[in-house]
């Protein structure tokens, strides 16, 4: 089923918002401005118990960032998909408020996305994280008591059980680089667990006029109980993702992350290869048919620095 604007304003339209402005469409969902400092969000992929353990999170995570975060309100099932009220948190995105890479003034830019990392990396996850599914998997990704890599190593396996045929194809020694992928991640020290985000964008940061970020959104496609140094990799990644400068847009944020966080080099470039094999496939049963990221993923892993890494 592919949908339309005209579909999704007629289940707003069911709940009593007949003048909803269309804000975002992302992985999870499509976002609305219902007015009155409220927003609503048709999630794609989430059931009834997926959110409701959200909303969990959310009040769990209030007051502790010093940023605002989201806050369900109302939960609806008016069609196929299951839509939240929530409210509307202050700022405007980030990507439409600062300059794009290259361009005068793009370090400020990278430097809202490090602040967020910075401070995602100071929260010690709820005991709720636990509980969490990521993507559109129905059973959580780290139940308590289940290590970091051992988890991260699971759902690895699981979208290459998915999904591998596909990459297979179009990365060059595949089976090779995974086995290496999977052996670096096994050798990594347990990380203490923190909050990651997972899907930290220019679009989840909205910043006010002095662009310094005063809200984070969009929990929930990949937050777990793990390792900041995950978040920061993955982030480097999807700030640009789809330009064709992404290499230069990483490596100018791994080098902000090592000089600011203490990250390391290698750690980082070894989770951006897994968390872009994790969602080298989460548009493929996306309702409006957006481009798969498998050609993404395989410019990566095709890269002489992945191919210098897993290739040992």
């Known amino acids: ?40 969000k048709i999630w794609f992929h989430a ?134 992928m999977v052996a670096l991640l096994a050798d990594l020290k347990a990380p203490d667990p923190h909050l990651v985000h997972g899907d930290v964008t220019a679009g989840n940061i909205l910043v006010d006029e002095n662009l310094r970020p005063v809200s984070v959104l969009d929990f929930g496609l990949l937050t777990m109980p793990g390792d900041p140094v995950f978040d920061a990799a993955a982030a480097g990644s999807l700030v640009e993702l789809w330009s064709p400068r992404v290499r230069e847009v990483e490596a100018a944020f791994d080098a902000a992350c090592i000089q600011e966080l203490g990250y390391d080099a290698e750690q980082l470039l070894l989770y951006r290869c897994i968390h872009m094999l994790i969602i080298a496939n989460a548009h493929d049963e996306d309702p409006y048919g957006r481009n798969s990221g498998v050609p993404l993923t395989a410019r990566l892993f095709n890269s002489p620095e992945v191919s210098a890494l897993l290739s040992r």
């Open 47 to 180: 059931g009834e118990d997926e959110l409701r353990r959200l909303g969990e999170v959310y009040a769990a995570l209030d007051g502790r960032l010093p940023f605002h975060t989201p806050r369900f309100l109302e939960l609806y099932r008016p069609g196929p998909y299951w839509l939240t009220v929530e409210r509307e948190l202050p700022g405007t995105p980030l990507h439409a408020a600062a300059p794009a890479f290259g361009e005068p003034g793009w370090e400020r830019t990278r430097d809202a996305v490090v602040e967020v990392l910075a401070e995602l990396a100071n929260v010690e996850p709820p005991h709720v994280l636990h509980q969490l599914t990521v993507l559109d998997e129905r059973t959580p990704f780290r139940p308590q008591g289940e290590t970091w890599t051992d988890a991260l190593t699971a759902l690895v396996q699981r979208r290459l059980h998915r999904f591998g045929a596909q990459l297979r194809t179009v990365i060059d020694d595949f089976d090779a680089k995974v086995e290496q």
């Open 1 to 40: 089923m592919v949908l339309s604007d005209g579909f999704l304003s007629e289940q707003l339209h069911a709940i009593g918002y007949p003048a909803a402005e269309q804000l975002a469409i992302g992985m999870q969902g499509a976002v609305f401005r219902l007015g009155g400092e409220k927003v609503a």
